[in-house]
């Protein structure tokens, strides 16, 4: 199973960008999705899920209001589109899945992983 995540780039402040993560894997439905991303020097944290109907839906406090997480649980993908950008959302962002047990936000509960996409965000 492969998730491949695209979408990051270079924005000014303010500016909006839109993440999208695909997968081959034929269960996807059946997966809690999740965004998380990772700064330099910094540890990897929890920015957004979605649970496998995608009705359910959570965000980190420093994104709520800005980002949303929507799935297509035909089209296999999951996506987040980010407004209101700012500096500090500056970081690698990984899209995660799990295939076990409830939702989560600790990264070390998803046992699938994109590669990352880069998002820089200048002032």
């Known amino acids: 199973v492969q998730l491949q995540a695209s979408g990051g780039g270079l924005v000014q402040a303010g500016g909006s960008l839109r993440l999208s993560c695909a997968t081959s894997?034929?269960?996807?439905?059946?997966?809690?999705m999740a965004w998380f991303r990772q700064a330099p020097g910094k540890e990897r944290e929890f920015v957004a899920l979605s649970t496998q109907s995608g009705v359910s839906t959570d965000y980190a406090d420093s994104v709520k209001g800005r980002f949303t997480i929507s799935r297509d649980n035909v089209g296999n993908t999951v996506d987040l589109k980010m407004n209101s950008l700012k500096p500090e959302d500056t970081a690698v962002y990984y899209c995660?899945?799990?295939?076990?047990?409830?939702?989560?936000?600790?990264?070390?509960?998803?046992?699938?992983w994109g590669q990352g996409t880069q998002v820089t965000v200048s002032s």
């Open positions: 894997g034929r269960t996807f439905a059946n997966w809690h």
């Open positions: 995660a899945g799990k295939s076990n047990g409830g939702y989560s936000y600790r990264s070390t509960d998803y046992n699938y």
